[in-house]
């Protein structure tokens, strides 16, 4: 018991061991997910975040020098969260349809996450006041981009355009797959359901295809 209660102490004077640096950190982008999520970007500020997470603002501020900052870690860490669930699950794809296929159903279970829906609201209700959120949505979408693009140079198809083209190709197909479910996802028509979306990403892959082929 002493043994526990010893190693459950703060740590008083000096720098704090990396893990509780971790710690810490890991707190404040959950609280400020959690905050940004549901108030908006606007509503939300640096000193709620350090009062609901019980840190000091200077703490706060060592970590992540503005608002904007955080909002970037909190969209990086839950970008890397969702990257990693869709790359546990894929498989060595076998041919470009199959691979365009699984792409595009773990595209749409990411984008339809209630998480990613409430990010994009966020940056369309307030990207004219604060274009810093524009431009984090936009670095996360040109990562997403470049691993579709990546992707098609694996197959002969792909690989015989230039690298230009297949930015150009895999910018296409994202728009193509995710716009219309995120939309009605959004209250702008009818969502679908589970039958819906997988006729949808495979009806996208085969459009895709027609005009890539061509």
Same mark, same amino acid.
């Given at each position: 018991?002493?043994?526990?209660?010893?190693?459950?102490?703060?740590?008083?004077?000096?720098?704090?061991?990396?893990?509780?640096?971790?710690?810490?950190?890991?707190?404040?982008?959950?609280?400020?997910?959690?905050?940004?999520?549901?108030?908006?970007?606007?509503?939300?500020?640096?000193?709620?975040?350090?009062?609901?997470?019980?840190?000091?603002?200077?703490?706060?501020?060592?970590?992540?020098?503005?608002?904007?900052?955080?909002?970037?870690?909190?969209?990086?860490?839950?970008?890397? +969260?969702?990257?990693?669930?869709?790359? &546990? @699950?894929?498989?060595?794809?076998? %041919? #470009?349809? /199959?691979?365009?296929? $699984?792409? =595009?159903?773990?595209?749409?279970?990411?984008?339809?996450?209630?998480?990613?829906?409430?990010?994009?609201?966020?940056?369309?209700?307030?990207?004219?006041?604060?274009?810093?959120?524009?431009? +984090?949505?936009?670095?996360?979408?040109? &990562? @997403?981009?470049?691993?579709?693009? %990546? #992707?098609? /140079?694996?197959?002969? $198809?792909? =690989?015989?355009?230039?690298?230009?083209?297949?930015?150009?190709?895999?910018?296409?197909?994202?728009?193509?797959?995710?716009?219309?479910?995120?939309?009605?996802?959004?209250?702008?028509?009818?969502?679908?359901?589970?039958?819906?979306? &997988?006729?949808?990403?495979?009806?996208?892959?085969?459009?895709?295809?027609?005009?890539?082929?061509?």
């Amino acid at each position: 018991m002493a043994e526990a209660a010893t190693a459950l102490k703060p740590r008083h004077g000096g720098r704090p061991s990396r893990e509780e640096s971790g710690r810490t950190e890991g707190r404040i982008l959950d609280v400020a997910r959690s905050l940004f999520f549901r108030q908006g970007f606007a509503a939300t500020s640096m000193e709620q975040v350090a009062a609901v997470a019980h840190i000091s603002k200077r703490t706060l501020y060592a970590r992540f020098r503005d608002k904007a900052a955080l909002f970037r870690g909190v969209v990086d860490r839950q970008v890397g +969260t969702w990257r990693g669930s869709f790359e &546990a @699950g894929a498989k060595p794809p076998e %041919s #470009l349809p /199959a691979a365009l296929l $699984e792409a =595009a159903h773990g595209i749409l279970h990411v984008a339809l996450e209630s998480e990613a829906l409430a990010l994009h609201r966020i940056v369309v209700a307030e990207a004219e006041r604060f274009p810093e959120l524009a431009r +984090t949505l936009a670095a996360t979408s040109t &990562a @997403g981009i470049e691993w579709l693009a %990546s #992707l098609l /140079a694996r197959f002969p $198809e792909g =690989a015989r355009l230039s690298p230009a083209q297949r930015l150009f190709a895999a910018e296409q197909f994202l728009l193509l797959v995710v716009s219309g479910p995120r939309r009605r996802a959004l209250g702008l028509g009818r969502p679908f359901d589970r039958a819906g979306l &997988a006729s949808w990403a495979e009806r996208s892959v085969e459009l895709f295809l027609d005009g890539f082929r061509g």
